[in-house]
């Protein structure tokens, strides 16, 4: 095929992150480029609006929650990949609350197109398409965000304080324990596969937006071995 598309996951800090820096490392993958979906109702759910009243329209939410995917688009970026926001509409997104989102993507010069294929089918799709056709043919920087020989601690800190946004890492006695015993046995220069709520940006599913002046606190930690990946709870 032209292309293959593949959807790496749930959020960007989740899906995205394990997707370049765990099965691209290991399978040598080198993608072109990343599209980014969002949709109204998460915004404005990052925006404070309760879960019963995401059908009611409201803009003022949705451009506070637009912060969330700031820093789902910031992340990416420091893949060294060109990016494409697509916004998935659904049935209740007012043309008022589409055009916000649409004008603060085109303001912030993040390449953005309404995703209707739900609606219209292929035809709610071609800008889309047509976007992320232009961003593979740019040039790219793609690499991992960590030295897959750094220690574990390392690693699991730099994918808190660069993809979430956190200011450290702290460590149960039994996640430094499990630590020790996997530098022991050689498992220690594998990647981490991160167990945490696609909620949040933090580990607590609660805060939602774009908080900052949070720690990542891990518990525990276990290997799978034969998948070549540390889990990191």
């Not at 709520?197 to 990542?216: E, Q, Y």
Request: negative net charge; hydrophobic residues 40%; glycine residues 8%.
């Amino acid at each position: 095929a032209d292309y293959v598309v593949t959807e790496a996951g749930f959020g960007a800090d989740l899906g995205a992150e394990k997707f370049f820096d765990i099965k691209c490392r290991a399978a040598g993958l080198h993608p072109d480029a990343v599209v980014i979906v969002a949709t109204i109702r998460a915004l404005k759910m990052h925006g404070g609006v309760e879960a019963e009243d995401l059908g009611t329209e409201n803009t003022e939410a949705l451009l506070k929650g637009a912060e969330n995917l700031a820093r789902h688009i910031e992340s990416v970026k420091k893949f060294g990949l060109p990016y494409v926001v697509a916004i998935n509409k659904f049935a209740k997104d007012t043309e008022n609350e589409v055009n916000a989102l649409l004008n603060w993507c085109r303001e912030n010069n993040h390449p953005v197109a309404l995703a209707d294929g739900w609606a219209k089918g292929g035809a709610g799709m071609k800008e889309l398409a047509d976007l992320v056709t232009e961003a593979c043919k740019k040039e790219n920087t793609f690499h991992q965000i960590y030295d897959v020989n750094d220690s574990i601690e390392d690693k699991i800190t730099t994918i808190a304080k660069e993809i979430y946004g956190a200011d450290g890492v702290e460590f149960t006695d039994e996640a430094k324990a499990k630590i020790a015993l996997f530098k022991e046995n050689g498992w220690d220069k594998m990647p981490v596969c991160m167990a945490k709520t696609p909620n949040s940006l933090t580990d607590d599913a609660k805060i939602k937006g774009r908080p900052s002046g949070f720690v990542i606190h891990v518990r525990d930690l276990n290997v799978s071995a034969g998948a070549g990946f540390v889990v990191a709870y």
